[in-house]
């Protein structure tokens, strides 16, 4: 999902779409100390994702909304 798309969406909803990234990086972090990860490049799209959509926060934090 891209920046323009996040910033569409409301605090809460960012904030649920936020908790399940941290859950699947989480599950791939297990998969890859077990040596079970198939997509290694998965890894570095959720750590991306998580960093849109904590900038998009944080933006609207500080606009007031």
Do not use: H
């Not at 990860?37 to 606009?63: D, F, G, H, M, N």
Request: hydrophobic share 40%.
């Amino acid at each position: 999902m891209k920046a323009a798309e996040l910033k569409q969406k409301s605090a809460t909803d960012l904030k649920a779409e936020l908790l399940e990234n941290l859950k699947e990086q989480f599950k791939l972090r297990m998969q890859k100390a077990a040596g079970q990860l198939s997509r290694p490049s998965e890894v570095k799209r959720v750590r991306r994702q998580i960093a849109r959509i904590k900038t998009v926060l944080a933006a609207k934090q500080a606009a007031g909304e």
